[in-house]
């Protein structure tokens, strides 16, 4: 049995088609569907049952693909085990947040592929909640403040942000000071997330509404910027519109606690040395010069 042949299978049974396992791979979908071929034949049953949509696991590919997976996580393991020390090679597939992604954490891993050069990196730029396990990464960076999950998280860094509106929303609904008055303004959310402040010594939890949503921290200052409402985002997302006066802070006397930079995992004993050394790397870039400060 070709360990390339399993690991094939495992791309496409996670992925949900050959196409998306090929580009995980980086070689042709002719080459995945070879390889599931000869791994169908030398196990004598069907793993998968192709349809339009894709492809299903069947009863005897889900029972395999468990084995399978954990057979390469073993191979992963082996494979760093026995390169010397400093080296990294493989693939790294990274989910890493659109906003402020390309500008602040790309020239790091820019960084990181300079330094390894056997290393084959993958970035995926989405604010976009990514499921680490069903797509395939091997890590993700995400900002702000983290739910819970069975993920682990390794925090590589501060994030700074403030309540912000513009001078038109404030002269027409004025400018919310309480956390009773918050409650009432319209707010630029990417969901339906809670807003975390500070009451004195103590965290506050706020439920805002509104009727603007996105999934895009620049998107939600251009609509703050249009007078829609109050929005909490980043001090690097918005310093440009402080500057210029088209927003202004607001709920000074409630700001929100610092927020994290995070490397995120699936759960596991230990991370693996290209997790590692990307959040080392983070953490050595970040203490030098905290972009998200």
Same mark, same amino acid.
């Given at each position: ?68 997976? @954990?057979?390469? !996580?073993?191979?992963?393991? *082996? ?5 010397? +020390? =400093?080296?990294?090679?493989?693939? #790294? ?117 509104? @009727?603007?949503? !996105?999934?895009?921290?620049? *998107? ?5 910027? +249009? =007078?829609?409402?109050?929005?909490? #985002? ?60």
């Amino acid at each position: 049995m070709d360990i390339e042949d399993v690991i094939a299978f495992v791309e496409v049974a996670d992925a949900g088609g050959v196409s998306a396992a090929a580009r995980r791979l980086g070689v042709s979908k002719s080459i995945v569907s070879r390889r599931l071929i000869r791994l169908e034949v030398e196990l004598g049953v069907q793993l998968l049952a192709r349809t339009t949509r894709g492809a299903a696991l069947t009863e005897a590919g889900n029972t395999f693909r468990d084995h399978a997976a @954990r057979v390469r !996580a073993e191979i992963d393991a *082996a494979k760093e085990t026995i390169l010397p +020390a =400093g080296e990294l090679s493989g693939r #790294l597939r990274i989910a890493v947040p659109l906003s402020f992604g390309p500008t602040h954490f790309a020239p790091i891993l820019a960084e990181m592929a300079r330094r390894y050069p056997q290393l084959h990196i993958y970035t995926a730029y989405s604010d976009r909640f990514v499921d680490l396990i069903a797509e395939g990464f091997d890590c993700a960076i995400r900002v702000g403040y983290l739910e819970d999950s069975d993920l682990i998280a390794k925090r590589v860094g501060p994030i700074y942000g403030k309540l912000v509106a513009s001078p038109d929303y404030i002269e027409a609904h004025g400018a919310p000071e309480t956390l009773d008055e918050l409650i009432a303004h319209e707010a630029l959310m990417q969901g339906t997330e809670t807003w975390q402040l500070m009451d004195g010594d103590e965290i506050v939890t706020v439920h805002p509404r509104g @009727r603007f949503k !996105a999934d895009n921290g620049t *998107a939600l200052a251009v609509a703050a910027a +249009a =007078g829609l409402g109050v929005a909490w #985002l980043p001090d690097c997302v918005i310093h440009q519109y402080l500057a210029s006066g088209a927003l202004v802070p607001v709920m000074t006397r409630h700001p929100p606690p610092s927020a994290g930079a995070y490397v995120v995992r699936p759960p596991g004993q230990h991370p693996s040395r290209k997790v590692r050394a990307l959040t080392e790397l983070l953490i050595e870039r970040l203490e030098e010069n905290p972009p998200l400060a």
